[in-house]
C-alpha cells in the first residue's frame, strides 16, 4: 500500500492538482465517498459547506463497488451530501523529537496538556516500520520494575513484550504507575485508550506522578473518541516507542488497555460490513492484534519492552481477545479478584502467571528460588479450604507444612504499597533469603 500511496502523493502535489470526491451517504459513524479511490488507511478531508463548519478529518477503511467508506476523527454534524472530500497526499504521521517527553498528546500526536507546541521536526509513519525477525536482538537481560512479585517470580527482560489480565477495578492502572515510576528503563511512552475522561488526569497526576513524568510521553484517547482515533493514539503510541528505538535507546511501552483497542476496530469493521466472527469480532480484529504487537520488541540497536493491559469480561480467561493477546506476547501476569478483595496489593497471582523469558535471563539460584517459591504458593492455595475450615492435619504432607510456614513471609514480598519501589538485587535477595536453608549465607548473591 505505501507504494500506492506514494504514487498517489504525487499525483495530488503535481501543478496542485488533487484527489477529490462527494459525499453520497452518511450512516451511522461512516461517511461515503463518490468519486475518490483510495487504499484503505488513506488519510483526507471532508469539506463541509455548511457555514461555519470546519474541515473534517478522516480515514479510508473500505470501499464497495464505487463508494469508498470514510470514518471521521470528529463528529459529521454539518455533513451535507455532494460535500467535496480531498485527499492531499498525505501519509499517516507522527511528529517525534526529544520535546514529547514529559507532554500528553491525542491521538493525531496533537499537545492536549496546554504546555505550547511540541517543536517536533522529524515524522515517522504511524503504521511503523518492521524489524525483519533475524535482526532483532534477542531477549538477554533482565529489567528492573520496582515490584517486587514481578522483579522475583515473574523477571521480565530487556525487549519483552507481556500483557496484564484482570477484570475492572483489580489495579490494572496502579500497577502501570508502579513499573512506569520505578522501571529501570528511561523512557517511558504510555498510551490511555478509550479511559474515562476522569481518569487520565488521576493516572498522570495521582498513579504516575510528576516523578515519572519527568521521562514520558503520554498518548490520550477517551472513551467518547471516535474509534479511529482510539485505534490511532495506540499506533501513535507504539510509534513514538518505535522512534526513540531506532535512535538505539530503550523504551518502555505501557498501553491501557489493548482490549478498548480490538473494541474500536471492531467498531470499525462492523461499519465496513465486516461478518462477525468469534463473539461479535471481526477478522479484521485478529489480524490488527499481531500486527500492532510485533511492533514492540528489539530492534537492530534499542529496544521496546512492553506491558499491555487485557481487560478480561467477567474475569474469564478465555475471553476471546485475551486468548488471542496471550497467544501472541511473551508472558501474562494475571490479576486476582480474589487477592484485590483480601487488600493485598499489586494483586498478582503468581500462580497463574509466566514470563517466557524469564529462564534465560536470570541465574540458576534465582531460577530455583522462585520455583519453590511458586510451588509454596500452589500447596497454600490447594490447602486454603481446609485451613479455613479448621480441618487441616499437620505432618500428614511436610512440604505443605513447610509452604505454610513460609506464607506470612512470601506474601510480605508479594505486597506492596503504590508508592513503594524495590531495587532488582533487592527483590531477588528477599527471596533468596525465604527458600535458603540455614545458614542463609550457603547461597551466592547475584
Known sequence: MSSLLT??????????????????????????????????????????RSSGVEPIEAEVIGFDDERTL??????????????????????PMVGVSEGLLGRVIDGRGRPIDHKGPLGCEECWPIDGRPVPAMVRQRVDSPIQTGVRAIDSLLTVGRGQRLGIFA????????LLGMIARSTSIPIRVIAL???RGREVRDFIERDLGPAGMERTVVVVATSDDPPVLRL???????????????RGDDVLLLMDSITRVALAQRELGLSANEPPT??????????????????????EKGSITSFYTVLVEGDDEQDPIGDAVRGF???????????????HYPAIDV????????????????????????????????????????????????????????????????????????????????????????????????
Open 193 to 195: 485508550v478509550g479511559e
Open 351 to 446: 500462580v497463574s502467571s509466566v514470563s517466557r523469558v524469564m529462564p534465560d535471563i536470570i541465574d540458576v539460584d534465582h531460577k530455583m528460588a522462585a520455583r519453590e517459591t511458586v510451588a509454596d504458593l500452589a500447596r497454600c492455595a490447594e490447602a486454603h479450604d481446609l485451613v479455613q475450615l479448621g480441618a487441616y492435619v499437620r505432618g500428614v504432607d511436610l512440604r505443605t507444612d513447610a509452604a505454610l510456614d513460609r506464607l506470612p513471609q512470601i506474601e510480605a514480598l508479594l505486597r506492596q504499597e503504590a508508592d513503594e519501589s524495590t531495587r532488582f538485587e533487592d527483590s531477588v535477595r528477599q527471596l533468596r533469603e525465604i527458600q535458603a536453608p540455614e545458614p542463609r549465607t550457603t547461597r551466592g548473591g547475584l
Open 7 to 48: 504514487t498517489l502523493k504525487s499525483i495530488a502535489t503535481t501543478d496542485n492538482a488533487r484527489l477529490t470526491g462527494t459525499v453520497s451517504r452518511v450512516t451511522g459513524l461512516v461517511a461515503e465517498a463518490r468519486g475518490l479511490a483510495l487504499p484503505v488507511g488513506s488519510f483526507c478531508r471532508i469539506l463541509p
Open 329 to 343: 506476547l511473551d508472558g501474562h501476569i494475571w490479576l486476582s479478584r480474589r487477592w484485590a478483595n483480601r487488600g
Open 232 to 246: 490511532r493514539a495506540a499506533k501513535v503510541a507504539t510509534s513514538i516507542a518505535e522512534w526513540f528505538r531506532s
Open 167 to 174: 477484570g475492572s477495578g483489580v489495579g490494572k492502572s496502579m
Open 278 to 299: 468469534t463473539r461479535a469480532f471481526p477478522p479484521s480484529v485478529f489480524s490488527l492484534l499481531p500486527r500492532l504487537l510485533e511492533r514492540a520488541g528489539p530492534g
Open 70 to 91: 470514510l470514518v471521521p476523527f470528529e463528529r459529521l454534524e454539518g455533513v451535507s451530501p455532494g460535500d467535496p472530500v480531498l485527499f492531499e497526499g498525505e501519509e
